[in-house]
């Protein structure tokens, strides 16, 4: 490079940003982290061998070397390279050799739409003989001129640049930078027109987001359109200066040096954001202002924020605590968008969701006049406590299977030292490097089609590594046959993942109900190791409770209460039901239901009794039909269950109040692929969408989850209207009197687990599709009456074919998979939402897997007349064909919102660059989505 003067060499796929030539010197720019020392290994042409240098990454990620060819002085030859020291006076003649064909995407993201002009033989050193001048009697400029003035001092190691008010700066002034708002700074025209700034040349384009940012000699002027155009400006003036400048240091001050250019911006789409979770719950997170400061310096102005779902909300923590955040992304000029689960049970009355329909249960009058259950509701388990031992000193009726012998699996004990009751419990050891199943499983208890059980048990842990141990129920047939589809029913409980500690007794429960061809249950209680884990644990105390039986968590409102007929009468016959408060009475009735229940005793006097907090009593009265004893009724009542798994199959299949999906359906265990089917699709792509859907469950998710005991709301129950609008308006109020009224609205709807699953939906002559949409209708209603102009939105997937029952939907047989009427309507019921003015959140997850989901779900919200927003995830693929398809229809494809799950927000500045300007990538193909996807 000797003797080649004003040479700029491009460096690709290194930490050297630039490498240039300055007479003798070579000035080279090194990217890092803020602090980190870097050592550079550079060589004389002549020297005989290379020398280490050391430099410090600056806060803005850079760090500038400056080195010597001795060789080329005949004063020092043959000292090689020396590094430099630059006196003072020669500051201004240094400059940023750039080249002239660098392109910004390179320094600025999102892109610029044009850059006009970019002049490298133009330079400006700015330090602090520079002053910063805007309108501060407006709150938002000076907002945006002392984030400025902050970005600057950073960049300019410490040094402090003055703000000054228009008034005190002359149009002629030289070495200023200049913030504008085009319709409102008046006495700032002659300092833009002197330097021939203005929003003309945008046209069309000229929005409230637009700017125009000017660097010319001795000056720089951002230029907004409004408020936010001037922010989104000095945002980009900030990039520029951290990416082509060269920060120069005197012996009293730094300087920034940096090109002449001009650019015009405006963005693409007018909604741009991201759904951000972990946000905290009394107090913003780190999370919060680290995202909010990302997407504000990428131009986002849309700040979903997923917070904890407390209904009605604490005016003391969360109305505070959302107040706070508010203000905060206000500021740097975005819009904040609370998020209110509904859709799903509130959590301050579990009666509000979709319970399960205790059907036609046998009870009987006693001797003593109450209404008994004619069996016990728990389950004669041979040998639950493991107390009776067998000849080899194993408890009866349980047996060990092990899938490569028992001489390398875990060793199953019988240990009478730690027990939860009884003289026994069953311990595992699993020994490090042992990668083998193991399980133990007990006899077959017989149970009943259709009905709702609940297994139970002690459990305990010691030494707890790798993979933990499961504790599940498999069902058989008559003849022995595991049916279910071939899936383990439930999805079980595993020891140690709720939080219990270490050596201490906890219980663990797990809810489901029988398949319809189901005779018998097993228990198993196993350990598959992955040959890194140790496990030590215990278990105790097993029951499966039928649920049916016990009239416990019975919901009881307005529109369901315990019924009870003669058997033969039907349900719907009111002149052959026994009537309340004249045949019978019901006793001890709790107003309310939990959450989570627990159906069992943790009395260790009485392991085998259930809960008496939450069951119920039936007495015959002495007047009535039932006063004589062994009459016999059949029993209706709905009940909340808690936790539960899932199936494979559709539950009321073949059931006279069903709507079979698919059509003509047979009544069959096997189902379609289900979305947690180990299917591979596309390499894994479709797994990385499951993974995406149980991160969500994981985080705090508003969403119904079955998994948590948290159900889809029951939509024919009063309550949950009452408490849904009451909860949504309430909130809306709050922000209006105590911050900023609300725009927008997040009111969630997402992944309804059991849209219609007890006698309240089942009974009610609506579809599922009819039952969710008349819900979002009342509430749409309800809320519009009061605040008519804020924007109601609502996830799509439980009202879109290709996230539902479309070929290749990613939730096929969604709803019975969790118990529920799956009867193939969810997906006319955005047809049906009366309100043109709601917009749906649209997302699809992983390219090439969602492009043909993407394109056919917009095109139908739009075809129905509502407005869209573009929801995808991390992926750049899937991120950049939303934006592709969400500009066929710029009007009603509103814009992009970001929503990772991971809680890493890789797609936030993706994201963020494709909603604001659109560059095609032609090589993709965004419209088909392989076959083997579908």
């Known amino acids: 490079l000797l003797g080649e003067t004003e040479k700029f060499i491009p460096i690709s796929n290194t930490r050297i940003?630039?490498?240039?030539?300055?007479?003798?010197?070579?000035?080279l720019q090194v990217l890092g982290s803020a602090g980190e020392q870097v050592t550079v290994l550079a060589q004389a042409p002549n020297a005989t061998a290379p020398t280490h240098f050391h430099c410090t990454v600056?806060?803005?990620?850079?760090?500038?070397?400056?080195?010597?060819?001795?060789?080329?002085?005949?004063?020092?030859?043959?000292?090689?390279?020396?590094?430099?020291?630059?006196?003072?006076?020669?500051?201004?003649?240094?400059?940023?050799?750039?080249?002239?064909?660098?392109?910004?995407?390179?320094?600025?993201?999102?892109?610029?739409?044009?850059?006009?002009?970019?002049?490298?033989?133009?330079?400006?050193?700015?330090?602090?003989?520079?002053?910063?001048?805007?309108?501060?009697?407006?709150?938002?400029?000076?907002?945006?001129?002392?984030?400025?003035?902050?970005?600057?001092?950073?960049?300019?190691?410490?040094?402090?640049?003055?703000?000054?008010?228009?008034?005190?700066?002359?149009?002629?002034s030289q070495k200023i930078i200049v913030l504008a708002v085009d319709h409102q700074d008046t006495w700032a025209a002659e300092i833009l027109q002197q330097r021939n700034v203005s929003l003309a040349a945008l046209g069309s384009h000229a929005g409230p987001e637009a700017y125009v940012l000017a660097v010319i000699q001795n000056a720089a002027v951002v230029l907004g359109g409004g408020e936010s155009g001037l922010f989104f400006g000095t945002k980009t003036l900030t990039q520029i200066w951290n990416g082509t400048c060269n920060l120069v240091n005197s012996s009293s001050h730094a300087y920034l040096t940096m090109p002449t250019m001009m650019i015009y911006d405006w963005p693409d789409v007018a909604v741009r954001g991201a759904h951000i979770h972990q946000l905290?719950?009394?107090?913003?997170?780190?999370?919060?202002?680290?995202?909010?400061?990302?997407?504000?310096a990428h131009k986002m102005n849309f700040f979903s924020a997923m917070t904890t779902p407390d209904i009605p909300i604490n005016l003391d923590t969360q109305g505070i605590f959302q107040l706070e955040m508010q203000r905060y992304v206000t500021q740097r000029h975005m819009e904040y968008v609370p998020n209110i689960a509904l859709g799903v049970s509130q959590l301050q009355d579990a009666r509000t969701g979709s319970g399960i329909w205790a059907r036609s249960v046998p009870f009987q009058t006693d001797d003593n006049l109450n209404i008994v259950p004619d069996r016990n509701p728990v389950l004669p388990l041979p040998n639950p406590s493991f107390d009776v031992l067998g000849p080899s000193g194993f408890p009866i009726n349980w047996t060990i299977y092990h899938t490569h012998g028992a001489s390398r699996a875990p060793q199953w004990h019988v240990d009478s030292d730690v027990v939860h009751s009884g003289i026994h419990a069953l311990r595992c050891d699993v020994p490090a490097g042992v990668a083998l199943s193991s399980r133990i499983v007990s006899q077959p208890v017989a149970v009943e089609v259709n009905r709702t059980y609940q297994l139970s048990l002690f459990m305990r842990y010691g030494v707890l590594s790798g993979d933990r141990p499961w504790i599940w129920l498999i069902q058989t047939d008559a003849h022995g046959n595991q049916i279910s589809g071939g899936n383990v029913l439930p999805t079980g409980v595993q020891i140690g993942t709720d939080g219990s500690p270490a050596d201490t007794w906890h219980q663990g429960t797990c809810t489901f109900v029988s398949d319809r061809n189901a005779a018998y249950f097993h228990v198993y209680v196993g350990k598959a190791g992955n040959g890194t884990s140790t496990t030590t644990f215990w278990i105790d105390d097993v029951m499966v409770v039928a649920l049916d039986y016990a009239l416990a968590n019975v919901i009881r409102t307005t529109v369901t209460d315990i019924i009870l007929r003669p058997i033969g009468c039907a349900r719907t016959d009111l002149s052959c039901r026994y009537s309340a408060g004249v045949d019978y009475a019901i006793v001890a009735a709790a107003s309310n239901v939990t959450l989570h229940p627990n159906f069992r005793s943790t009395s260790t006097e009485e392991p085998n009794a259930l809960s008496n907090s939450t069951t119920i009593t039936l007495q015959a009265l002495p007047g009535g039909k039932l006063r004589v004893p062994g009459t016999t009724v059949v029993v209706d009542y709905d009940f909340q269950p808690g936790a539960m798994g899932f199936h494979t199959y559709d539950l009321w299949a073949g059931l006279p109040d069903h709507f079979p999906w698919p059509p003509n359906a047979s009544?069959?265990?096997?189902?379609?692929?289900?979305?947690?089917?180990?299917t591979s699709f596309l390499g894994g792509k479709r797994s990385m969408q499951r993974t995406a859907w149980q991160a969500r469950q994981t985080l705090g998710s508003p969403h119904s989850d079955f998994?948590?005991?948290?159900?889809?709301?029951?939509?024919?129950?009063?309550?949950?209207?009452?408490?849904?609008?009451?909860?949504?308006?309430?909130?809306?109020?709050?922000?209006?009197?105590?911050?900023?009224?609300?725009?927008?609205?997040?009111?969630?709807?997402?992944?309804?687990?059991?849209?219609?699953?007890?006698?309240?939906?089942?009974?009610?002559?609506?579809?599922?599709?009819?039952?969710?949409?008349?819900?979002?209708?009342?509430?749409?209603?309800a809320v519009k009456a009061v605040y008519a102009n804020v924007t109601l939105l609502y996830w799509d997937d439980m009202m879109n074919p290709w996230h539902l029952h479309a070929a290749g939907s990613d939730q096929d047989n969604f709803q019975a998979q969790h118990y529920g009427r799956e009867d193939g309507t969810l997906d006319s019921a955005m047809g049906l939402v009366t309100d043109k003015s709601t917009v749906f959140l649209n997302w699809f997850y992983d390219y090439p897997y969602s492009n043909i989901r993407v394109n056919k779900s917009l095109t139908m919200t739009w075809n129905l007349g509502f407005k869209a927003i573009g929801c995808p995830n991390e992926d750049f693929l899937n991120i950049q064909c939303y934006g592709r398809q969400l500009a066929v229809d710029t009007v009603r494809g509103l814009g992009m919102m970001d929503t990772d799950w991971d809680g890493k927000y890789l797609g936030v500045v993706r994201t963020a660059g494709v909603a604001w300007h659109r560059i095609p990538n032609t090589t993709l193909d965004c419209i088909h989505s392989p076959q083997d996807a579908m």
């Open 667 to 678: 009544i069959s265990t096997t189902s379609k692929t289900s979305r947690f089917s180990s």
């Open 17 to 27: 940003a630039r490498l240039e030539l300055d007479g003798a010197d070579v000035v």
């Open 280 to 296: 905290g719950d009394k107090f913003p997170s780190p999370v919060f202002f680290e995202q909010a400061d990302r997407m504000a």
């Open 58 to 172: 600056n806060e803005q990620g850079s760090a500038t070397l400056v080195l010597h060819d001795s060789n080329t002085d005949p004063t020092t030859v043959g000292k090689g390279l020396q590094p430099v020291t630059r006196p003072d006076e020669i500051r201004d003649s240094l400059h940023s050799r750039v080249d002239p064909a660098i392109n910004l995407t390179n320094v600025v993201y999102p892109v610029p739409q044009t850059i006009a002009q970019f002049n490298v033989k133009q330079i400006n050193s700015i330090g602090p003989d520079w002053v910063i001048t805007t309108d501060m009697s407006n709150p938002s400029n000076a907002f945006t001129a002392r984030e400025l003035q902050r970005t600057l001092s950073v960049a300019t190691n410490g040094t402090r640049y003055s703000i000054l008010p228009y008034q005190s700066v002359g149009p002629r």
């Open 707 to 781: 998994g948590a005991g948290a159900p889809s709301a029951d939509f024919m129950e009063p309550l949950y209207y009452e408490y849904a609008i009451n909860s949504t308006l309430q909130l809306l109020q709050f922000f209006a009197t105590r911050g900023k009224p609300i725009k927008y609205i997040n009111l969630n709807y997402d992944e309804l687990q059991a849209v219609a699953r007890d006698s309240r939906s089942l009974t009610s002559g609506l579809t599922n599709g009819q039952l969710v949409s008349r819900s979002i209708n009342l509430i749409n209603k």
